[in-house]
Structures are given as structure tokens and as C-alpha cells.
């Protein structure tokens, strides 16, 4: 297996051991809801907890046994229903009802059956639909995770937790990024797995810059919300502001305000704002605080530089190094349900002492999520990318809390539209 994957992947014996992990992951989401919950609808722009249930299956089943295999199908109903999930760009909501669902039971059934099938065709898969299976279910264990977060406290099972580590902020500063080269993507000819996006590798000439060392703080984000910046337009894209504005924004989804000051809704808790987490917001509010700042988000080869280059333009396979991810390094492949102090993994940092760079919150950039020279869609899931290449998403890098370690490669990009406020995203900003 290439050097990439090796890093990655070393510690599971097979790819038939890695899915089995990954659908551990996601089952142990669901026992989280309240029974009455699986009908719940947390975000208006997503499906029903129901569906997800049901899509992890139904996913394996049409890619595995349906493109892999040529298998009929013994639910074709369920496997067009939970086939798809959604991402209104429009203001378009669903409508849907719970009735409109199958049961909890028949979707447990069909579910326990595709498992099986899915199971005695293993051997035989190709191992990038394997591959394929266990990243999207993995991308879903993160997805079902915030979704988890907006359901009312009484909705959920409180899950004993490690108690809430906080303290001073840490003091906001900038270092310089000197000139270099940033590798976008990765090579086909190296033949490691990555997303149909992470195609073809591409170096760019990155000029010098200044980055902030730690993403922004609650601490910082305050500062900006007392001196007016979501009173001020002129902070935000006439979009954002009308965005804003419509949807009665004041300030960050994830905090909530009480007669005492500001608390933080974590995922099993309400707690005071812990003032040296990194802020969770959308891109429309990230690039208000970065104008407001006087700087700005940091483009797509921005970020790489700042995180995997070197003084001596080599790049790193990881910020702090060519190692596999370790919980030292950072907070995130589940071992957490919210975040850390930015300062907390000082052994994560750069080869340019930017820390906090993979997990603890994705980070924005300023780069529309566009294809890379030589972009070829997978012919078994030929949306998967380019039904977003729109212009209205922007890529994201780093990971969150609830990122799996695999997914934490160099090549890896995320992306969400700039008026989505619900996922684990953190920024930072540079300037010239």
C-alpha cells in the first residue's frame, strides 16, 4: 500500500475489519435518541434521524451489491428512499411528515439483511467501492453527530463525559509564512484511496503571508459581537447580510444568552462559554469577524502552506509531521463529543508553529469548492463532487472533533455552503 495510506490505515489488519469499525461508529449514534426521537427532524435542511437509518444500508447495498456486483434488489423502495440525502441551496425546505416514513422495525430489518449480503460479498469487492463504503459511513458518523447536537437535551441520552476542560484564553497572535509551494490533491498514479475531488495533484506558488497562530476563540468572537459586528453591514456581502437578516441572526448558532452572560449548548450540556474553545460559525459570519479584523480568510494553498509546508519547501504529510494521527496531535476520530482549548495539542503544530490546524472544528477558507486540474467524476457515484461545483460551497480543511483519523489526509476537502451555521466549523484569518 502507498506511503499515504500506510500512514493512515496501518493499524487495521483489513479493509473488512476497518468497515466493521466504522458501522460500530454509527450504531452506537442511534441508541443516543430517545425512542420518539428517530422521527425528529434537529436542522430544517436535512432529512429525518429516520432516514439516516436507513441511508448508511441502503448506500452499501445500490454501490456493493447493485454497481459492484449487478444484484437485484429484494427492496428496491428502500433503496431509492434512503438513497439520497439533501442540501436545499434555494430556501427550499422538506415537507415531509413522520407518517411518510417506514417504521423504525422495517428499517432495522432491511437494514440487518443488507448487512448480511453486503458481508458474504466482501472478499470479492474491489477494495475502492470498500473504501468508498467505509469513508461515506464514517462522513456520516460526523453528519448524525451534529445532528444529535441541535435535538433538545430531553430528545437524548446523556452520555458520561470527561469533565469540560477550560481556562484563560489564550493570547491571539500572528506568524509570518514565508514563500513556497503548496500540493493541492494527490497523484492517481500513487494508487491511494481519495475522493474523485482530491484528483489530481497540483503545486502552487504561495507568496508570503501572515497567519493567525490559533483559530479564533469564543473570547475573540465576543469581542466582535459587543462592538456591533452583526449590527454592522458593512462587515457582510450584501448575500450575507441578507442571509443574516432573514434568518435573525445575532449571534453564533452554538451559544445561547442568559441573564448571567453567554453559554454554550455542547452536545449532552448547556455550559458557560468556554472562552479558549475555538467559535463554531458559518462562512458568512467567519469572513464578518475577519473584515472586521481588518484581515480575511485564508484561501485553499494558503492553508496547506501554513499547515503542511517547511522552511525548506518540503511538505509534510501531516502538520507535525510524516506520523500517523495520535491523540496527542489533536482532537478528533471520535475520542471527544465537543471541542478542546485551541492551545490544548501543542505537539499538532506546524513546521511554522500554527497550531490546531486537524480536528477540534473544520476550517474555512475563502476557495469555492471548484475541481482540481484533471478532475474525473467516479463513474459509480458521479455526484458525489460535481453536483456542488456551483460556486455556492466553499472548501473546508482540518477536521473536527468528530472527524475519523483516516479522513485527516493531506489531500482531503470538505465543503458546506456559507449559510450553513450547524456543522463543527472553526476559522482563522491571515493577512498579506
Known amino acids: ?94 415537507t415531509d411528515q413522520p407518517a411518510d416514513w417506514p417504521s423504525e422495525k422495517e428499517v432495522r430489518a432491511y437494514n440487518a439483511r443488507v448487512r448480511a449480503r453486503i458481508d458474504r460479498l466482501l472478499p470479492d469487492t474491489e477494495s475502492t467501492l470498500i473504501h468508498v463504503a467505509i469513508e461515506h459511513r464514517l462522513m456520516h458518523a460526523e453528519t448524525l453527530a451534529y445532528l444529535i447536537h441541535q435535538l433538545p437535551l430531553d430528545r437524548k441520552l446523556r452520555v458520561r463525559q470527561a469533565k469540560v476542560t477550560t481556562g484563560p484564553p489564550e493570547s491571539p497572535r500572528a506568524v509570518e509564512i514565508p514563500a513556497g509551494n503548496a500540493t493541492l490533491g494527490q497523484r492517481r498514479q500513487d494508487n491511494s484511496f481519495g475522493w474523485d475531488n482530491e484528483f489530481e495533484s497540483v503545486s502552487l506558488a504561495v507568496p508570503s503571508f501572515r497567519a493567525d497562530v490559533f483559530p479564533v476563540t469564543n473570547a475573540q468572537f465576543l469581542e466582535f459581537l459587543r462592538q456591533g459586528g452583526y449590527d454592522h453591514q458593512a462587515f457582510w456581502s450584501p448575500v450575507d447580510w441578507a442571509w443574516k437578516a432573514k434568518s435573525d441572526l445575532t449571534h453564533p448558532f452554538f451559544w445561547r444568552r442568559r441573564i448571567d452572560g453567554w453559554s454554550l449548548r455542547t452536545m449532552f450540556a448547556e455550559i458557560p462559554l468556554p472562552l479558549d474553545w475555538p467559535v463554531f460559525v458559518s462562512h458568512a459570519e467567519a469572513s464578518a469577524y475577519a473584515r472586521w479584523a481588518g484581515k480575511r480568510l485564508p484561501t485553499e494553498t494558503q492553508w496547506h502552506r501554513m499547515a503542511y509546508g517547511t522552511l525548506d519547501n518540503a511538505e509534510r504529510l501531516y502538520p507535525w509531521g510524516d506520523v500517523a494521527p495520535d491523540p ?105
Open 1 to 94: 500500500m502507498p506511503a499515504v495510506a500506510q500512514t493512515a490505515y496501518a493499524n487495521y489488519p483489513s479493509l473488512q475489519a476497518r468497515l466493521a469499525e466504522s458501522r460500530q461508529i454509527t450504531d452506537a449514534l442511534f441508541p443516543l435518541l430517545r425512542t420518539e426521537a428517530i422521527y425528529d427532524r434537529p436542522i430544517p435542511e436535512r432529512h429525518r434521524l429516520i432516514f439516516y437509518l436507513g441511508h448508511l444500508e441502503a448506500f452499501d447495498w445500490n454501490l456493493i451489491a447493485g454497481h459492484g456486483f449487478g444484484i437485484e434488489p429484494f427492496h428496491a423502495d428502500f433503496d431509492k428512499l434512503f438513497a439520497f440525502g439533501i442540501d436545499p441551496v434555494d430556501g427550499g425546505l422538506p
Open 328 to 432: 496527542q496531535h489533536g482532537n478528533f476520530d471520535f475520542v471527544h463529543w465537543d471541542a478542546a482549548p485551541v492551545q490544548a495539542h501543542p505537539q499538532g503544530a506546524s513546521a511554522f508553529g500554527v497550531a490546531d490546524l486537524l480536528g477540534n472544528g473544520w476550517e474555512w477558507t475563502s476557495t469555492p469548492f471548484q475541481p482540481l486540474p484533471g478532475f474525473q467524476a467516479f463513474s459509480f457515484y458521479p455526484g458525489y463532487s460535481a453536483n456542488f461545483f456551483d460556486g455556492k460551497h466553499y472548501v473546508m480543511k482540518g477536521g473536527s472533533h468528530r472527524t475519523a483519523a483516516c479522513m485527516l489526509r493531506r489531500s482531503f476537502r470538505n465543503w458546506f455552503q456559507p449559510h450553513y451555521p450547524y456543522v463543527y466549523a472553526k476559522f482563522r484569518c491571515v493577512e498579506e
